[in-house]
């Protein structure tokens, strides 16, 4: 007998990455007959990084307007200048401490090298957006260029 309410509505990503491993392990074990749909997701991945990069540009645009509307329609603007103030000392605070000793920490514990003495290390993630994915192609970028990754890898 069939569990009813069981199913969880939304898509099936394990299903997913699960497809997306298995087809590029049998377009690899095609050789050369594969290379041609290799050479298209490689295109398409190189198209949406553009589409990316572009967005990652023209979002904070979008977003200084809908601040904007927010802070004309406030009746008390002190408040607003206070608490958002706190918000901005508490975050670039938290910022200094992760980004300057955290991190540094970490990668001198994994590497036993000086962070300082490298920083194409750590890597320079964009400040405009929280989103591992908008920033997914400066921080490939940084890590081929400033660590020298393999392309593959990255």
């Known amino acids: ?6 199913e969880v509505p939304g898509m099936n ?8 491993l298995v087809l590029g392990v049998a377009l690899k074990k095609l050789g050369p007959e594969g290379e041609d749909l290799i050479r298209f997701f490689n295109s398409f991945n190189e198209a949406t990084m553009v589409l990316v ?4 540009w023209y979002v904070p645009i979008g977003i200084m307007f809908l601040v904007g509307s927010k802070i004309v329609e406030m009746e008390d603007i002190m408040l607003l200048v206070t608490s958002l103030g706190k918000y ?10 992760h ?3 955290i991190l540094p920490l970490i990668y001198f514990a994994t ?8 920083p194409g290390a750590l ?16 921080m ?10 393999d392309k593959r890898i990255s």
């Open 111 to 118: 590497t036993r090298q000086n962070p300082y003495l490298h």
């Open 13 to 20: 990503i394990l299903g997913l990455v699960m497809f997306a």
């Open 99 to 101: 980004g300057g000793i």
């Open 53 to 56: 990069t572009w967005i990652m």
């Open 140 to 149: 490939i970028k940084c890590i081929e260029e400033n660590n020298g990754v």
């Open 1 to 6: 007998q069939v569990p009813i309410g069981t």
């Open 88 to 97: 901005i000392f508490a975050s670039i605070l938290g910022h200094i401490i």
């Open 123 to 138: 890597g320079f993630i964009s400040p405009s957006s929280v989103s591992s994915s908008a920033t997914l192609p400066s």
